[in-house]
């Protein structure tokens, strides 16, 4: 699976956009990005997936350029609540979704 | 609907002893995960259950771990006997067929 590289951390203020990169330069062909949101004493939790171009939920958007190098979760307008680490994951489409987890972004939304 | 649920939520042991922690995932969810952080480490797999069997548990750290899922229903994991390393949170996580992961609130273990 492809090895990923995010910013270990960020900070923002309430009612701000923000924005985390991912870059996975040697993703495969089969692989999916998914994000997932981890708070503090509690079990990762599922946000945004998506292949190529633009995915939007009610959470957040993910975008991903042609060449899927490189990735981007979007939360608008935070709230002290999204304090949080956001987790970039490669997943293979093809088989049995075992995860892999690199250190992840801390994101700390300030008042 | 109920989310996974894991039990106990922490559990303090000294070296030598054993632990068992369990896992109760989603109903009707046949894949069944486990993953654990050490202190200072990144969440780390260890194995993946479909149903009853073990799809892959490359993850396992060593043969002190025994991870069982009788029935395809909830899940055990044991630890015997339990080293110093061996704290840390370990999490549960399920899903239907190949769709998101969902995961418990994890168990902290710690190891005197």
């Known amino acids: 699976l492809a090895k990923t590289t995010q910013p270990i951390s960020m900070d923002s203020y309430e009612g701000q956009e923000v924005n985390i990169t991912c870059s996975h330069n040697?993703?495969?062909?089969?692989?999916?990005i998914t994000w997932y949101q981890q708070f503090p004493s509690q079990g990762p939790r599922f946000i945004i997936q998506?292949?190529?171009t633009k995915v939007t939920n009610e959470v957040a958007s993910l975008f991903i350029p042609a060449d899927r190098k490189s990735s981007t979760l979007s939360l608008p307008r935070v709230s002290l609540s999204d304090t949080a680490v956001y987790y970039c994951?490669?997943?293979?489409?093809?088989?049995?979704?075992?995860?892999?987890f690199g250190a992840g972004t801390r994101l700390a939304v300030h008042p | 609907e109920a989310g996974v649920t894991q039990f106990p939520s922490h559990s303090v042991i000294e070296k030598g002893q054993t632990v068992t922690l369990r896992c109760d995932p989603i109903s009707g969810h046949d894949n069944l995960y486990w993953y654990r952080r050490v202190m200072g480490k990144e969440i780390k797999f260890l194995l993946h259950f479909v149903k009853e069997s073990k799809q892959d548990e490359s993850g396992m750290p060593n043969n002190r771990f025994l991870a069982e899922r009788t029935g395809g229903t909830y899940s055990t994991l044991k630890v015997q006997p339990a080293e110093l390393e061996d704290s840390g949170v370990y999490f549960c996580?399920?899903?239907?067929?190949?769709?998101?992961?969902?995961f418990g609130p994890g168990t902290r273990l710690t190891v005197l």
């Open positions: 040697n993703i495969a062909t089969n692989d999916y």
């Open positions: 996580a399920s899903s239907h067929l190949r769709e998101e992961q969902f």
């Open positions: 998506g292949y190529k």
């Open positions: 994951l490669p997943m293979f489409s093809g088989g049995y979704n075992k995860l892999i």
